[in-house]
Nanobody
Framework: QLQLVESGGGLVQPGGSLRLSCEAS????????MGWYRQAPGKERELVAL???????NYADAVRDRFFISRDNAKNTVYLQMNNLKSEDTAVYYC?????????????????WGQGTQVTVSS
């Protein structure tokens, strides 16, 4: 139905920046919400940022004012600009697409996940 492919992870020093990208493919007319979650070793997956088609963008308190999410709906792509990275930001980052309309305007309410991309913040 809908596939997500992330890119842009890697190793960065504390204080540095990275930009993650996630492109959705499939018979898509529109995606209701796209965002990012992360999972650090030994911890549960947690919300980083979620941007719906309408309404407010939601950021985790830990990343507010450092991370910025944006979408290019024409490309079915979501981005995460991460600035002033800290060691506690180290995690696997997962892209999420929350529901979509396909090319025949049928609605799917499921969550779709990417495969994850590793972000490591270390000196």
């Amino acid at each position: 139905q809908l596939q997500l492919v992330e890119s842009g992870g890697g190793l960065v020093q504390p204080g540095g920046s990275l930009r993650l990208s996630c492109e959705a493919s499939g018979p898509i007319f529109s995606i209701f919400a796209m965002g990012w979650y992360r999972q650090a070793p030994g911890k549960e997956r947690e919300l980083v940022a979620l941007k719906p088609n309408s309404g407010s963008t939601n950021y985790a308190d830990a990343v507010r004012d450092r991370f910025f999410i944006s979408r290019d709906n024409a490309k079915n792509t979501v981005y995460l600009q991460m600035n002033n990275l800290k060691s506690e930001d180290t995690a696997v980052y997962y892209c999420l697409a929350r529901g979509f309309l396909d090319s025949e305007r049928r609605a799917y309410e499921n969550d779709f996940w990417g495969q994850g991309t590793q972000v490591t913040v270390s000196s």
